[in-house]
């Protein structure tokens, strides 16, 4: 059993030894939960199979799920991706790098077998997190890593949601600022036309399209249970409790969600209600979180995992959740509200 050393960094200036510290246990293979924007993650030697393997048995990951290579500057890039980079390629990377988008692209032989699970693509970001690219370039390696939540659950947006979990499972945890962004990266398949989005996340369909044109989406697509993606088929991202979302219009939802509530607390099970800000006044008789106010979709979506999270905490049996609008960063949001209630949706 590992026993993981726990470096507090939350700027540049005094943590330097720290900073070594972290990429000195990366060049030497070692497991480490870094910081990003969107999510933590937990790292390794992008170029080591058994590095890249120790990821796996962290996490308890199946093996055909590819893992995120992070990079820290464009030189790395050529150790990652193979041949020449499209124009496209490149133009998003100038207008979204450092940030939450990876790139699906051919895949360098470099790199360790399993970071691809076998795909001969690799998905690529450089993460706009000032202490994990300092890390990263320190250690001089680009690093897979994978959100650095045990498999299937929840993704941690603080050091302190996998702290527990995972001390006795990695070498090094860094633990700095909650993620500003608060859920994992786009991703976008660019390893042939049209693009497609395998992933919703922060940098959405209508960014990348003032970049490049002719970019797909597909809500099934991100959902079904064959996926390009292989990581989009597994049940992702769930709270402890039996989580439900409802969806439709306003009243119909407020009136289901009272209906589903009393029925929970008549079986003495202990109920949430996650809502949007204003909507709290609407269920005096139950205990609610909000994720922001009406319309904040990313503010909503930084706040989704922690409150997913404390409802971990607080043993919550049943959480009933209101459905959001899925415009921008509101796609994103709902896709990890659909996964993290097993799509158990109700259309009222
Ligand atoms: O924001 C993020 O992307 C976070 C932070 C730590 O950077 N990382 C993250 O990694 O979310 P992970 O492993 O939890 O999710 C990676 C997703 C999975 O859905 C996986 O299937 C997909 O990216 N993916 C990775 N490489 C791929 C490839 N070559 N082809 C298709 N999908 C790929
Ligand atoms: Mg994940």
Not at 145 to 160: E, F, K, V, Y
């Amino acid at each position: 059993m590992k026993q993981a050393r726990i470096l507090h960094i939350h700027d540049l200036i005094h943590h330097e030894t720290d900073i070594q510290v972290a990429a000195t246990a990366l060049r030497n293979n070692q497991t480490v939960i870094i910081p990003t924007e969107t999510v933590y993650g937990l790292a390794a030697n992008a170029f080591s199979e058994e590095a890249v393997q120790s990821i796996f048995v962290a996490k308890g990951r199946p093996q055909d799920n590819p893992l995120i290579v992070h990079i820290a500057n464009l030189d790395m890039l050529e150790t990652v991706v193979q041949g020449p980079i499209s124009n496209d390629a490149q133009r998003l990377m100038q207008v979204f790098w450092p940030g939450p988008l990876t790139l699906v692209l051919p895949k360098s032989n470099q790199l360790a077998p399993s970071v691809s699970a076998g795909l001969n693509t690799v998905g690529v970001r450089m993460p706009d997190h000032p202490i994990t690219l300092k890390i990263i370039s320190a250690a001089g390696i680009p690093v897979a890593a994978p959100s650095a939540n045990l498999s299937g659950r929840i993704s941690p947006t603080q050091a302190q949601h996998i702290i527990e979990d995972m001390k006795s499972r990695v070498d090094v945890i860094v633990s700095s600022d909650q993620s500003r962004v608060g859920l994992e990266s786009t991703v976008l398949d660019m390893s042939q036309k049209p693009y497609t989005i395998l992933r919703p996340g922060a940098i959405t369909k209508e960014d990348l399209e003032t970049v490049v044109s002719d970019i797909h989406y597909s809500e099934s697509d991100a959902s079904s249970p064959k996926p390009k993606s292989p990581g989009v088929k597994y049940g992702h991202y769930q709270p402890k409790a039996n989580m439900m979302l409802v969806q439709g219009e306003y009243a119909a939802v407020k009136e289901k969600i009272h209906e589903l509530a009393h029925q929970a607390q008549h079986k003495h099970l202990k109920v949430l209600i996650i809502c949007a800000e204003e909507h709290s006044v609407d269920y005096p008789s139950f205990p609610t979180k909000s994720l922001g106010p009406i319309g904040q979709s990313a503010l909503m979506a930084a706040n989704l995992f922690n409150v997913l999270y404390q409802c971990d905490q607080d043993q919550v049996d049943v959480i009933l959740c209101e459905a959001f609008e899925e415009k921008g960063i509101g796609i994103a949001l709902m896709n990890r509200l659909k996964k993290a209630c097993g799509q158990h949706i109700i259309h009222v």
